[in-house]
């Protein structure tokens, strides 16, 4: 019989490989495009056999939702941490430019998790179109986004300081939709990936500026 000290053990084992083997795919991931990756070179990096490997991920494809799906995550975590503190900087009254610079911040830094490693996230990225069963986390994390996009939005409405006849769900998809353009089309179209800021900046303002109807101060 198995005691509770031998199972906390054993428990402790298992999440201790689990963690060397998403630091050893971390790194590569740092280092190497996702495709240049070999399952043999994470296990020898992790310090275990490929058979204990593919006892913990069946895939490469798990080890990039592993890795970029806790990084975004963390991304996620620190846009709505900056949100608030944006929130408490303009206090009670805020304008409907305020409104937008916040939108703006979360895809900045939307941008910046893009640009670290941009071959490679915007492979993570572009999981989420693909409904496989470790698609849902990369989906929920565009809900998040979504969601943060369309309750600015719809503050900045019953404020009266957006134009209530855009949809601000419709608004906040068409955001995303707009960020996820840039990912793919600047491998596609030869751009530079640190300077996808310069071109998805003013893109935004044109869909979210016309709707500032009141700009105090």
């Not at 994470?42 to 204990?52: F, I, K, N, P, S």
């Not at 080890?63 to 949100?83: F, K, P, S």
Request: net charge neutral.
């Amino acid at each position: 019989m198995t005691t509770a000290p031998e199972t906390s053990a054993r428990q402790r084992g298992k999440q201790l490989k689990r963690d060397a083997i998403q630091t050893a795919a971390a790194t590569l991931l740092r280092s190497k495009q996702f495709d240049e990756i070999t399952m043999r070179e994470v296990a020898q990096l992790a310090g275990v056999g490929e058979a204990t490997l593919f006892r913990y991920v069946s895939s490469k494809y798990e080890l990039l939702h592993m890795v970029y799906g806790d990084e975004l995550d963390a991304v996620l975590d620190r846009i709505e941490e900056q949100d608030a503190a944006l929130v408490a900087a303009q206090g009670d009254d805020p304008t409907g430019t305020n409104l937008v610079e916040r939108i703006r911040a979360i895809y900045l830094e939307r941008s910046a998790f893009y640009r670290r490693n941009p071959a490679n996230s915007s492979r993570y990225l572009r999981e989420g179109f693909t409904l496989s069963d470790l698609s849902a986390r990369n989906v929920a994390q565009g809900d998040r986004t979504i969601a943060l996009t369309r309750g600015i939005i719809e503050d900045g409405q019953g404020r009266g300081l957006l134009d209530l006849r855009a949809g601000a769900l419709s608004v906040a998809q068409n955001c995303h939709a707009i960020y996820m353009h840039e990912v793919d089309r600047t491998p596609v179209r030869g751009f530079d990936p640190d300077r996808i800021w310069e071109r998805l900046g003013p893109r935004l303002d044109a869909q979210l500026r016309p709707l500032v109807l009141v700009s105090r101060g």
